[in-house]
T-cell receptor
Framework: QKEVEQNSGPLSVPEGAIASLNCTYS??????FFWYRQYSGKSPELIMF????GDKEDGRFTAQLNKASQYVSLLIRDSQPSDSATYLC??????????FGSGTRLSIRP | SAVISQKPSRDICQRGTSLTIQCQVD?????MFWYRQQPGQSLTLIAT?????????ESGFVIDKFPISRPNLTFSTLTVSNMSPEDSSIYLC????????????FGPGTRLTVT
């Protein structure tokens, strides 16, 4: 079992809809959770982080964390073509390391 | 956050040669890391660059092949030694800023092609 799992996609969402990206992790001792956006040919950009159970909202982005289910998600409301990118989930493990998932490719269709 | 620069941004090198990549941060940071990312793949951690001591390498990476220096809290280098075409990749410097959080930021990357 991979430490951090994401569906590779591509996930295709119509413009204006909600894009939902999911991530599961195996280390129950994990305390910090991150979402990165990576455009083709660019380096990853940190867009959200969450440390507590529940929801955290920042503009059109909402991160959701459920530690009991070992599940973290990212919702993107009012999806725009500029949101088309690969989204990487990252988890701060109990071993003080950050483990990255393999990423989900998101495509917003006009 | 932190502003991170890397040099060079890209290079084409011949097999058997070595390339040193520099990473400069605009503020002191607690941790610096080096990653590799091959096209269409996720990030692979090469090592943690430790200030004033030897780097901590991940499984599959060794100091002879990827020597790392970190002379202070704002600068690190990664050398890719005795290169082969399999070393063609994007190399990314990453930092965790001070303050107890684990928010990690990435430099713009160095695109290396080995011919």
């Amino acid at each position: 079992q991979k430490e951090v799992e994401q569906n590779s996609g591509p996930l295709s969402v119509p413009e204006g809809a909600i894009a939902s990206l999911n991530c599961t992790y195996s280390d129950r001792g994990s305390q910090s959770f991150f979402w990165y956006r990576q455009y083709s040919g660019k380096s990853p950009e940190l867009i959200m982080f969450i440390y507590s159970n529940g929801d955290k909202e920042d503009g059109r982005f909402t991160a959701q964390l459920n530690k009991a289910s070992q599940y973290v998600s990212l919702l993107i409301r009012d999806s725009q073509p500029s949101d088309s990118a690969t989204y990487l989930c990252a988890v701060g493990s109990s071993a003080s390391k950050i483990i990255f998932g393999s990423g989900t490719r998101l495509s917003i269709r006009p | 956050s932190a502003v991170i620069s890397q040099k060079p941004s890209r290079d084409i090198c011949q097999r058997g040669t070595s390339l040193t990549i520099q990473c400069q941060v605009d503020s002191q940071v607690t941790m610096m890391f080096w990653y590799r990312q091959q096209p269409g793949q996720s990030l692979t951690l090469i090592a943690t660059a430790n200030q004033g001591s030897e780097a901590t390498y991940e499984s599959g990476f060794v100091i002879d092949k990827f020597p790392i220096s970190r002379p202070n809290l704002t600068f690190s280098t990664l050398t890719v030694s005795n290169m082969s075409p399999e070393d063609s990749s994007i190399y990314l410097c990453s930092v965790v800023t001070s303050g107890g959080s684990w928010e990690q930021y990435f430099g713009p990357g160095t695109r290396l092609t080995v011919t």
